[in-house]
């Protein structure tokens, strides 16, 4: 990974702590794998961060753009699964 996550500057630590570990958990759907729950779980606290709809895709988009992963098909696709299940994007 040779990027940065995208970040606001108001956040705590803890609070940028969580979001990376979204923003790891996105990748770790495209690139190897990763529990449903798990991911949801980080997507849900993301959610606690970042409440608004429209910073969310402003934060969502950056990410894709120096990344190359959608995290909005990585949730969709969450989302549309059974608990216990992998989520693996194409």
């Known amino acids: 990974m040779d990027y940065q996550y995208p970040l606001a500057a108001d956040w705590s630590t803890e609070e940028i702590i969580d979001a990376v570990q979204f923003f790891e958990n996105v ?8 529990s449903r729950e ?11 961060i970042v409440p ?6 402003n934060l969502c988009d950056e990410f894709e753009e ?20 992998k989520i693996k994007m194409n």
Do not use: T
Request: aromatic share 14%.
């Open 27 to 34: 990748e770790k759907a495209y690139e190897q794998g990763i």
């Open 52 to 57: 608004g709809k429209a910073d969310e895709k």
């Open 66 to 85: 120096v990344s190359g992963y959608s995290s909005y098909r990585a949730v969709k696709k969450a989302r549309e699964s059974e608990d216990g299940e």
């Open 38 to 48: 798990e991911f949801m779980r980080s997507y849900r606290r993301f959610k606690e």
